[in-house]
Structures are given as C-alpha cells and as structure tokens.
C-alpha cells in the first residue's frame, strides 16, 4: 500500500507505474473503501450498524422491513430493486447510487482539504497573505516585498 500526494489519482498511477519489482501492478484505491461506511440496518453512509437508532430500512426496497424479511426475490430486476438514499433501481449498497457518489466526491474533497493544509508549500490562494508582524530573518534580503513591511509591524523586542 502506497500514500500518494493529493494530485495523484488511480490513473496517473497507473501510467506511471504499471510495473513494480517486474510484477505488474494491480492499483485500487484503498482510502475509499475503508473509509465509507454503511449502516446495515437502516442503509445510510456514514455510520456503523451498531450506533443506530433508526427503523430498519430494507437493502433491497428501500421499506420498512428488515432486508432477509425482503419477499424481493436475489435475482430480481433492477426494476424492483429501491435505493433508500437515491431512489434509484439498485441496492442501496451498490456503488452505482448517486449519494454514494455524492459521498465518496465529499469525503475526497475533505482528504484533499487536509492535505492542503498539512502541506508545507501553501496553495497559491494564500500568497496574498499578509507579512507576519515579527521577522524570522535577522538579515532579510533587500526585497520589494520586505521593503513594504511598515516599520510600526515589526516587533519592537526584534534587536
Ligand atoms: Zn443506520
Ligand atoms: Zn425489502
Ligand atoms: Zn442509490
């Protein structure tokens, strides 16, 4: 299992690395799986079976029964099959549900989100961020920008 930077995604990988140790590589995203979970009583993303307090909610059509209480029979058409999240045709945990998408989409924007934030270069959008009041440098180089600093920003205890 390999951490990747934020702008990797599953394709890059592959073109990048197909081959690992002369063995070629089978990429799958790891996170994603792991990190959705679904509750198997009432079909909702995002909490485990056990901390639910909701009525029971059937996998297969989305009513009120439990799913092996389904009379929905396993190789019935799509067409009988309701997704509780989206009202779809398909079984609320197939991957194909558009609130699951709409999930996995968030939580990738999270996960990039606090990549950002970790990262020790800054996103370009906080460039513009003022100087800081004390300066880290004893000597700072004769900048256009340093030169803007007014002198009532910097510390007074800074000699
Ligand atoms: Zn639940
Ligand atoms: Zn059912
Ligand atoms: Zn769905």
């Known amino acids: ?6 702008d990797e995604t599953l394709k890059t990988i592959m073109h990048k690395a197909p081959v690992v140790n002369y063995i070629v590589a089978q990429w799958e995203a790891h996170v994603n799986r792991k990190t959705m979970i679904q509750c198997k009583n009432c079909q909702q993303w995002g909490h ?5 307090n909701a009525n029971p909610v059937c996998l297969k059509c989305a009513r009120s029964h439990q799913t092996k209480g389904c009379l929905v029979p396993k190789n019935a058409p799509e067409s009988e099959l309701k997704c509780t999240n989206c009202g779809g045709h398909h079984t609320a945990n197939n991957i194909v549900c558009a609130t ?3 999930r996995l989409e968030y939580m990738e924007n999270k996960k990039l989100e606090r990549q950002q934030r970790n990262n020790t270069t ?3 959008k906080f460039r513009e ?7 880290p440098w004893k000597n700072p180089p004769a900048t256009q920008e340093t030169q ?3 002198r009532s ?5 800074y000699m």
């Open 1 to 6: 299992m390999i951490v990747t930077s934020a």
């Open 48 to 52: 485990a079976t056990t901390n639910c």
């Open 100 to 102: 699951y998408q709409n």
């Open 122 to 124: 800054q996103p370009r």
């Open 129 to 135: 961020a003022p100087a800081p009041a004390t300066n």
């Open 148 to 150: 803007r600093i007014p």
């Open 153 to 157: 920003q910097q510390s007074p205890s």
